[in-house]
């Protein structure tokens, strides 16, 4: 059985840097596609970015430019770095792991964007 476990949330002024961490465990096989998601209150959740196992990356057009996702194969583990945060960006932050024709989430965390 595959888990994921994000971290690195928190409460950042707006300009600010945040970096997430997602660790797998279990079951991790390849290929798979690791990707970050994000929900605020009364909105639906929204994909931000994705990596496959190769490396190659996607991005929303709401991140691109201040976003970058990154994964270590030997740690099963995929990263969110987040630059000039705002506070839209404000909401809980999941990450996904799509393999074997299953699509797993993690708990979520919680980032914060004071102005």
């Known amino acids: 059985q595959v888990q994921l476990v994000e971290s690195g949330g928190g409460l950042v002024q707006a300009g600010g840097s945040l970096r997430l961490s997602c660790a797998a465990s279990?079951?991790?096989?390849?290929?798979?596609?690791l990707g970050w998601y994000r929900q605020a209150p009364g909105k639906q959740r929204e994909f931000l970015a994705s990596?496959?196992?190769?490396?190659?990356?996607v991005y929303a057009d709401s991140v691109k430019g201040r976003f970058t996702i990154s994964r270590d194969n030997a740690k099963n583990t995929v990263y969110l770095q987040m630059n000039s945060l705002k506070p839209e960006d404000t909401a809980v932050y999941y990450c996904?792991?799509?393999?074997?024709?299953?699509?797993?989430w993690g708990q979520g965390t919680q980032v914060t964007v004071s102005s």
């Open positions: 996904n792991i799509f393999l074997g024709g299953l699509s797993i």
């Open positions: 279990g079951s991790i096989f390849r290929p798979n596609v």
């Open positions: 990596i496959i196992s190769g490396g190659s990356t």
